[in-house]
Structures are given as C-alpha cells and as structure tokens.
C-alpha cells in the first residue's frame, strides 16, 4: 500500500500533467509566435497547488474530473498572468522563477505584459467551457474569479504590498496577514471552493480551509526565504530580508512564524471534519504546504 | 427639428453621461486608495464610441437600454485597461492620454499595471451581471469578450505593432492593416455586434460595418497624428511619424489614405441596409469617425 504522501504526490503529479495537457492544447489554438510562447512558458512548472485544489474540491462535491480540468486550467493562467506582471521591473523585479528567467528576461517587459493580460482573457475564456456545466455554474464561476482577482482581491493585495514596500512605517501582522489574504489568499480560496461553487453547495467548511491554508502557504513562502537556497526553490532567495521588506518572519520571528503556520494548518485540517475520509487529499495537501523546501 | 448631426452628438453624450456615472457606481464598491483611484481616472473623458455602439446594437435587436449598460460599461473598462497598459514605458511610452497625464506618470508604472489588470478583471465581472439577459447571453458574451481582446484579437495586435516596431522591414500595407483589424477592430466589432449576441441574433449586417468602421476608425487616428494638434486631439501627436513607424498614412499617403477612410465608410453604412432606419445613428457614426478631429 502506498504511503499517504506519496499518494499526495502522485495525484499532485498527475493533476500537474493534466492541466499542463489541456493548457498547452488551448495554446496550440492561439496564434502561433513570441505572444503565445511567452504564455506557455509563463504556465510551466510550479506545483500546480491551486488545480489541485480545483480537483480535490469538486471531487468532494460530485464534481467530474472532466467538468474540474478547465477550472483548474483557468486558475492556473491567471495564476500565471499574476506571477508574469508581479515579477516585472516596476514591481518585484524578479528575475528568476520555477528555476527560469523570469518572461521579461526571456522575453522582453513588452511581452511580459501582453502575455499576462492575454493569460488572464484566456481564464476567463475557459471558464464558460461547457464541459463545466450549466450555464449558471460557469456564471457563477466568473464572477467569483473576477471578484477573487480584481481590485477587492488578488490585485488589491498586491497594491497593498507595494504601498507597504514604499511607505516609511513598516506594517504589523494584522496589516501583513490582511494584504496576503488578498494577495495569495483569494485566488487559494476561489480554488479550494470552485467544486461546491459548480456543485451550488454550502462552503463554509473549505472556505475555512482554504483562508487558513493560503495564510499558511505564505507564512511558510517567507520562512524559505530566509532558509531555503535557490536551488530548491528555483527563485531568488533572501531577497526580501535583503529589502527590509516586512514578512511574518521579521514580524514574528522564525520560531513564531513555524509556531503560526503549524496552527493555521492544524485549524485547516479541522474544517474538514464535516467531508470525513474523502478529504484525505486535502488533509494531506495542508500538512505538505508547510513541509515542503519550494 | 434637430439635425442628424446633432442627434448623433446628443445621443453619444447622453451614453458618455450613463456609462460614467455606471462605472463610478461599480467603483464606488471597490476599496477606496490608489488603485480604485487609478481606476476611476483611466475610465473618465473620451468618446465612449465603444460604449455607444453598444447601446445601438442592442436597441437594433431590441435589447432595452438597461440591459445593454452592463455591456457598455465592461466594454469602457476593457478598454481603458488595454490604453493604460498600452502607454506604459515598456509599451508606446505615452505620457498625455485625452488630454490629461497617463496612469503611469500621474501615480506610477506598478500602480498603472495593477490598475489595468484590474480593469479586466472587473470589465469580465460587469458581464455576470442579472440585468443582461439570461445566463446563456451572458455566456455568449463573455467568451466572445474573452476571445477579442486576447491572444487571438486585441493583445495579439498589440504584440504584432510591436513586433514591427523592433522589425528592420516596415510592414506593408496588408500587415498594417492585419495588424488594427486585431489591436483596435476586435474589441470595436465586438462591442458592434452585442446587441445582436445577446438576442441570439445573425449579425452579418453588423460584422462588416463593425469591421469597415475600426479600420477607417484607425486610418483616421493615423491621419490625425498628422494634421491635429495635441490641444484638439488630447494626445500626442507626430509620434508615429517622429518614430519612423509605418501607418497607413506613411505608406499610402495622405490624399489615399482619406480616400481609403471614406471608401471603408461607404460600405460600413451600406452593410446597415436591412436595418433600414432604425440604423440612423449608427450610418452618422460612421461618418463621425472620419470627421472628428480628436
């Protein structure tokens, strides 16, 4: 019998496979040349946490694998569009990524933009797949993207970062955890929730989940930038210590902040006590997001 | 009795007045900062023509008004994201946009990003809107939308100007005009044919005009660069030429490129003949395009 983890790992695995499949299919329908190039790179690699998430959740809710895969091939292009404008020289000014250029060092910033604006027109487009379902759950979906996503969501934390990084007076937990849970976590939650959103079911417990999850995600994103090296993680490390930039470990101190992801994923696993055996995935997912070295 | 000159003119601000007022009402439900600011900024002053085309297609189809606000609004917003994003530095550097200082300059390159990212976002968000119609035309809009103004329409002609920019071969007239039919005739054709698509109705009348009118649309914006002034077109103007970039004026000339402008009008309000007189703004829109001097 397989170990638990590796399970976790095979169907992650698998799930990487599956969508990378299908984005690469819809890609091969775009216009051939630098744009749509630059778009298939920019979806390559990660772990592809959040289509798994995708998967899992409608799994619990009846959901098909065939119904979930554009789902999760939409919140993985914008995922994508989002990492492509978030490394650009006028924000981040990454240069390194899933161990590669980052699009604009491959590419050109020109190309970075066009691609992640193109990535995020093709989320959308995927999500009225009627493979999905009936008209209002893809309607339903849409407009939980667009509102995960939008100037009350993803982008709205990812201005409260920059805000933060310019201003003189350096933000407390309380302002951290409130620019993460828009920045990472509202597109974690919108995929953690997408099967009970196709299914119209009750979410309260994988909305639970997923805000403690994402939180946890983050916390854990800045203890490996201050312990991991780049070649595991395949992305500048240090680099936010080396700014002076305000993150939960410099907050709350590396011991802390372990203390603190342990207790948000330990609140996570709870919240799914309601889905019983058939979340084990889920389970397992949450206690992988803060072992893992990338 | 007023003249047709000045129905058309009442009529485009009247649905100027709607779609701001619309737009600052959806704002208004967004966290207030820099952003939403950015946001707010990037949708006020212009034509609105897309807006307006819009409202005409759908009144053609006998889509009341309030349903088409929605649409017009998500038009706007689309299109103020691809102009914010398409003045940034990486892109055309443009720093005077209808008359006032673009994004980027008035608050920064990262905010200019976020806020058009955003705009996206929000213009896909609009169109899950109750008021619309049914769920299936809400659908049928929304993939429609998503399909023109991303890597296969206006994005994709967005990357092939810039392509030709870097290129040493100036394009020909053919590639110029492959190029506007997808960076402005997409999201122009679209915003022509809603009515029609959220009626479930045929379009073909309103395909061609929606694609003969972006195409004298643009001639006529290439012809301004070089006879208007920045105090009438509030942008500026001579850049094209200054920048050794092929339009359709540099490579037809002057006297053949209003021949073109006004060969491509002719059919555009020929194509309006089922329509008969229902069509009435749309035939003085038409010949709007190639009149106005901004």
Chains 1, 2 share one sequence.
């Not at 404008?85 to 933009?113: F, N, Y």
């Not at 929730?193 to 939180?215: D, F, Q």
């Not at 996570?268 to 055996?277: D, F, N, Q, R």
Request: net charge negative; with cysteine.
């Amino acid at each position: 019998m397989l170990q638990q983890s590796d399970t976790l790992q095979a169907r992650m695995e698998e799930v990487k496979a599956q969508v990378e499949a299908a984005l690469d299919a819809a890609m091969s329908e775009l216009p051939e040349g630098e744009l749509t190039d630059a778009m298939r790179y920019a979806c390559l690699g990660g772990k592809k946490l959040r289509a798994f998430l995708v998967m899992e959740s409608a799994r619990l809710h009846g959901v098909t694998d065939a119904a979930a895969l554009p789902v999760a091939c939409a919140v993985e292009a914008l995922h994508a569009y989002s990492l492509v404008h978030d490394d650009l020289p006028a924000m981040d000014d990454d240069d390194l990524r899933r161990g590669l250029p980052t699009v604009h060092v491959q590419w050109s910033e020109a190309t970075a933009i066009l691609a992640g604006d193109a990535l995020q027109s093709l989320a959308f487009e995927m999500l009225t797949d009627e493979a999905i379902g009936d008209a209002g759950a893809r309607l339903r979906l849409i407009a939980a993207l667009a509102h995960a996503v939008g100037a009350a969501g993803m982008v709205y934390g990812q201005m409260l970062d920059i805000i933060a990084e310019e201003s003189e007076i350096a933000p407390d937990i309380a302002g951290i955890t409130r620019m993460q849970v828009a920045k990472t976590g509202a597109l974690i939650a919108f995929s953690a929730m997408s099967g009970a959103i196709i299914a119209g079911a009750e979410t309260e417990g994988l909305r639970i989940y997923a805000a403690k999850l994402g939180l946890a995600f983050q916390v854990h994103d800045d203890i490996l930038d201050v312990t991991g090296d780049e070649e595991t993680t395949g992305k500048r490390v240090g680099k936010d210590a080396g700014a002076g930039k305000a993150t939960f470990v410099s907050v709350l101190g590396l011991d802390a902040a372990r203390a603190r992801e342990k207790e948000l994923i330990d609140k996570a696993v709870a919240s799914l006590s309601p889905y019983g055996e058939e979340a084990g995935n889920l389970r397992d997912l949450a206690r992988f997001v803060i072992d893992r070295q990338s």
